[in-house]
């Protein structure tokens, strides 16, 4: 019955006991579902996470409820946040205690989490990338790249850790473990900054771009190239052929297929194509091919300036501009589409089981996959969740989920960000 509801239902995590835990673990899920589905008063627990005295530039969850394992609602849910007050700080979400806060320093501009979870890496206004550890906040390691933007993007190739940053000047330097050693440092973009970054689902290539040039083309670049740099030959690398790149997402079900939103001969005309990445490699050479497979307009307002852009599975993506909420398939089909914020959408966060989207207008809304049209993937509105009044707050900026809990971040009119997170009780 699990598997036939969830398909990513994993029941090897129930033990040798699952015969007798799995009804117990059937019920509890199908609760919890349906008060995330419903999100009524009394099924959740709200609360305000304050102590930053400056704007939030990005939060992530150091360690989350999934929906693999059999505590589905456990108490230990901690999220970190990153702010202009020079501070990292990390929370329980649940009692909303205050776990660690870093050392003040500039201003902080950027914040992502490494695939294990064990380490929290941001970056400040001076360009310094530091790690912090996860659990106590201590400082592992620094480096300084002098850039004053810097867009941050970790992975593991097997068992070794890597740090790519995209800088200010147009370069992506990569560093390499603990003690965060440079590898090496490529020229994508000269002089216009790189905001771009993404790594493919098999770790075998990186996308970089500038949505600040409508004349650059974004490039694909081997990993080996990056990490493993050789001194007798050029970085592997190659030019996406498309321009006025305004997102991109890598597929997570497929090893490396890109999708990217750009413009078509002029900024309102936008278009997303689809390309699958591969590297060839021959006797003597190798090289990264860039194949089209698909390629279609989108029915996006032509002043949508700031797109979003998930990949919800092989055959579907989400993306957001302006107040608007659409899911189109990979063949260009409009699956669903939503207008139910009255500002624009600032963030949105995509899963297995819900889309939430984060506004200007102070509210997260809520939507929930369905299979009810065939075996078809649907989305379907829910419920709004609030963020208070906007005589405290100017609206939301950003947004991040657990299997059971949304964490998002509300921009004081004080200048003194506020961060809500809703836990839904099993």
């Known amino acids: 019955m699990c598997l036939q509801r969830w398909s990513f239902c994993n029941l090897a995590v129930l033990g040798e006991q699952v015969n007798r835990s799995w009804k117990r673990y059937f019920l509890r899920r199908c609760h919890l579902e349906l008060k995330m589905t419903k ?105 300084s790249t002098a850039s004053q933007h810097c867009t941050l993007l970790q992975y593991n190739i097997k068992n070794d850790w890597f740090l790519s940053v995209g800088t200010s000047q147009g370069s992506v330097s990569t560093l390499a473990g603990s003690a965060l050693t440079k590898k090496s440092s490529i020229i994508v973009c000269d002089t216009f900054k790189v905001n771009v970054l993404i790594v493919s689902p098999d770790k075998k290539c990186i996308m970089a771009g500038t949505k600040d040039n409508d004349n650059i083309s974004p490039k694909v670049i081997s990993t080996e190239s990056l990490t493993s740099p050789s001194e007798d030959e050029d970085p592997l690398c190659q030019s996406v052929p498309v321009t006025k790149c305004q997102a991109a997402v890598f597929i997570h079900t497929q090893p490396a297929r890109l999708a990217i939103i750009h413009c078509k001969e002029s900024l309102n005309n936008k278009a997303l194509t689809v390309f699958d990445v591969s590297i060839k490699k021959a006797k003597y050479k190798s090289e990264i091919q860039v194949q089209q497979v698909e390629s279609f307009p989108l029915t996006l307002d032509s002043r949508a300036s700031h797109i979003l852009l998930e990949a919800k599975d092989s055959n579907c993506i989400v993306l957001a501009a302006d107040q608007q909420l659409w899911v189109y398939s990979l063949k260009g089909a409009v699956l669903a589409s939503f207008k139910e914020h009255t500002m624009p959408i600032s963030s949105i966060s995509v899963d297995r089981f819900r889309v939430v989207t984060a506004s200007q207008d102070l509210s997260l809304r809520v939507l929930t996959w369905s299979n009810k049209k065939g075996d078809r993937m649907t989305l379907e509105s829910q419920y709004h969740l609030l963020g208070g009044s906007h005589t405290m707050s100017r609206g939301f900026t950003h947004v991040s989920c657990d299997y059971s809990s949304i964490v998002a971040s509300a921009e004081g009119n004080d200048g003194k960000d506020v961060l809500k997170a809703y836990s839904f009780t099993c």
């Open 39 to 143: 999100g009524r008063a009394g099924g959740y627990i709200c609360k305000s996470l304050r102590g930053h005295t400056g704007r939030v530039v990005g939060l992530v969850y150091l360690q989350g409820n999934s929906d693999q394992l059999p505590d589905l609602c456990s108490s230990g849910a901690t999220v970190c946040s990153a702010s202009s007050d020079g501070t990292v700080r990390a929370w329980n979400i649940q009692n909303g205690e205050l776990l660690w806060c870093s050392p003040v320093q500039s201003p902080l501009t950027g914040i992502v989490i490494d695939e294990q979870r064990e380490v929290v890496i941001t970056a400040d206004s001076t360009g310094l990338i530091k790690t912090w550890k996860c659990q106590t906040g201590q400082e592992v390691a620094s480096f």
